[in-house]
Structure formats: C-alpha cells, structure tokens
Nanobody, 117 residues
Framework: QVQLVESGGGLVQAGGSLRLSCAAS????????MAWFRQAPGKEREFVAR????????YYADSVKGRFTVSRDNAKKTVYLQMNSLKPEDTAVYYC??????????WGQGTQVTVSS
C-alpha cells in the first residue's frame, strides 16, 4: 500500500511562490511516476505536472509551463512542486498521485493553495 502526504500549501499573494512536498511511504519509490493534480472549487480535477521515476523526465500542463517545476528526491521518497509567479487562477487543492503502469491508483489527501490578487 502506498501512502502519500502533501504539505506546503498556504496563502500567497499573486506573483509569489510556494513549494509543495509529497512524501511517500513505499518500498521502492523510484519505480513510480509521480504527478501533481489540482482541483479548484466547482471544477474538475486537472493534471498539473508529472515526473518519471528513474529517468526524471517531466511533463507539464500548458497552464503552468514555465512557472512550475516538478522534481523528486528518490532517496527521501519525496516529490516537489515549485510554483513561481502564482496567479489567482492557480487557487486549488493540490494532490500528488503515483502510478506504475499509467493509472494513478494512489492519491494524497491534498493541500490547499490560495493565491490572492
């Protein structure tokens, strides 16, 4: 069983930065592709970014490309999301998720990010 715990959310002004962390309790962290999703009030959950377990290859949603950076530390079993130049439309609950074969089977409880204008 994989458990994921996010942290680092909070309230920030537009243009500011936050770094989210997601700690995984799992035996072999490097086999998992890790991703970040977000869900704003009244909207569906949407993909934000992902990072491959062993190659470190990354992929971003167009809405965050150039502003957000996903990274991971396999020794610490942690994935990060550095969010810069935050906008009010980035306000959402952010979730990390893990997959081995493509379907995200494991999810964290989420952390709230609020960006004020």
């Amino acid at each position: 069983q994989v458990q994921l715990v996010e942290s680092g959310g909070g309230l920030v002004q537009a243009g500011g930065s936050l770094r989210l962390s997601c700690a995984a309790s799992v035996h072999t962290f490097s086999i998992y592709t890790m991703a970040w999703f977000r869900q704003a009030p009244g909207k569906e959950r949407e993909f934000v970014a992902r990072i491959h377990g062993s190659t470190g290859n990354t992929y971003y949603a167009d809405s965050v490309k150039g502003r957000f950076t996903v990274s991971r530390d396999n020794a610490k079993k942690t994935v990060y999301l550095q969010m810069n130049s935050l906008k009010p439309e980035d306000t959402a609950v952010y979730y990390c998720a893990a997959t081995v074969f493509g379907t995200y089977n494991y999810w964290g409880q989420g952390t709230q990010v609020t960006v004020s204008s």
